[in-house]
């Protein structure tokens, strides 16, 4: 049986650490595509020496063209700038669109039956201008940001309890923005709700409030907290590593629900905008959106969201996309 082939358009940070989660887990064979010259080539081939120790057998190579993409399975999507001292949202939004724009007349040209994920910002117009421009089915395009969000929530979950993360489980939906909603109801460390188990630990629910308060925000700031640190780019470790685990439910047809950023047909009272939810990731993409009952808070929270990602698309809309 051929190895599966996964293609990476963008090979910068997010690239790079993609390309060698994905070699070291033998998902599958690796091309990577960038515009600037040699870059691609230079990072795979370093990839591709490690591969005796690592001890892979997937192939890594980079490439100036689109054709070489032929035949990929999964496309996954980090083109884009980001943004720069002085620039304002428009500016990255235009910049962006208009390299997404490009990814997406590529990709439809030479892999026209693969499935796409896409992490570059603004998330939520990138992931819709693809859909667009592209005119792929809608479950074969869907954006990352849920299942990074989620992991950044259920560490900061783990670490204030002493417990470990694979115990966590805890999601965020909405837009890839301040205004997406870690869901405190639904966390919980195998089946035990977190706030329980923080009453327990401060005895005091004003206090286990406080603190559940602070986590919520700190996972709503933190792509902001990892810039402010790098100083020179943001976070492309644990994006990278959110995306191999929806390429993987995906090729292996694992079925696992993942927040995802994906195209809503009246679900969550959303139609035809793409919007961070849970969704069942399988062989055919996205194969169901979760609907999950909110209460009147968090529904307040999600349609603030959606505001914002309706606005976004707008925007773009009105910039000519
Ligand atoms: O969770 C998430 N979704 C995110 C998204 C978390 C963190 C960062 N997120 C966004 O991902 C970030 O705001 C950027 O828009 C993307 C990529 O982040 P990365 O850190 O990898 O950016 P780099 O290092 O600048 O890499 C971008 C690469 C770079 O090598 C460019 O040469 C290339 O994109 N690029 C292109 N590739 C292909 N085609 C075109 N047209 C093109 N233009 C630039």
Redo the contacts with the bound molecule.
């Keep these: 049986m051929a190895r599966k082939k996964l293609a990476l358009?963008?090979?910068?940070?997010?690239?790079g650490v993609l390309a060698q989660i994905i070699a070291s887990k033998q998902l599958g064979d690796v091309v990577m595509?960038?515009?600037?010259e040699d870059?691609p080539q230079g990072k795979t081939l370093d990839i591709a020496e490690a591969s005796r120790i690592s001890g892979f057998d997937a192939k890594v190579t980079g490439t100036n063209d689109y054709k070489d993409i032929a035949g990929s399975d999964i496309v996954i999507i980090?083109?884009?700038?980001?943004?720069k001292p002085g620039m304002s949202r428009d500016d990255l939004l235009i910049t962006?669109a208009n390299?997404m724009k490009?990814?997406a007349e590529g990709v439809k040209k030479y892999a026209p039956n693969s499935i796409v994920i896409i992490?570059?910002?603004p998330?939520d117009a990138m992931v819709t201008l693809f859909q667009k421009v592209s005119g792929f089915p809608t479950n074969k395009v869907m954006?990352?940001?849920g299942m990074?969000d989620s992991s950044r929530f259920s560490s900061f979950i783990a670490w204030e309890l002493g417990v470990s993360v694979k115990d966590v489980n805890a999601m965020v939906l909405g837009g890839?923005g301040d205004t997406m909603v870690p869901l405190v109801r639904y966390a919980n460390v195998n089946g035990v709700p977190v706030m329980e188990m923080l009453e327990r630990k401060y005895k005091d629910k004003t206090k286990a409030e406080k603190v559940m308060k602070a986590m919520v925000d700190r996972t709503k700031q933190a792509?902001g907290e990892v810039v402010k640190l790098l100083k020179t780019?943001?976070?492309?470790f644990s994006?990278a590593a959110?995306a191999v685990a929806m390429a993987q439910s995906i090729l292996d047809d694992e079925k696992r629900v993942i927040a995802t950023c994906c195209y809503l047909n009246g679900e969550y009272g959303v139609k035809n905008y793409y919007l961070g939810v849970p969704a069942i990731l399988g062989e055919k993409g996205v194969e169901k959106v979760i609907e999950l009952s909110l209460d009147k808070d968090e529904q307040a929270a999600l349609d603030n969201s959606i505001k914002a990602v309706k606005n976004l698309t707008k925007e773009m809309a009105n910039l000519g996309f």
């Design positions: 358009i963008g090979g910068g940070q997010i690239g595509f960038d515009v600037v870059l980090t083109a884009g700038i980001p943004r962006n390299i490009s990814v992490i570059s910002n998330l954006g990352q940001a990074l890839h792509g780019g943001s976070a492309f994006p959110s």
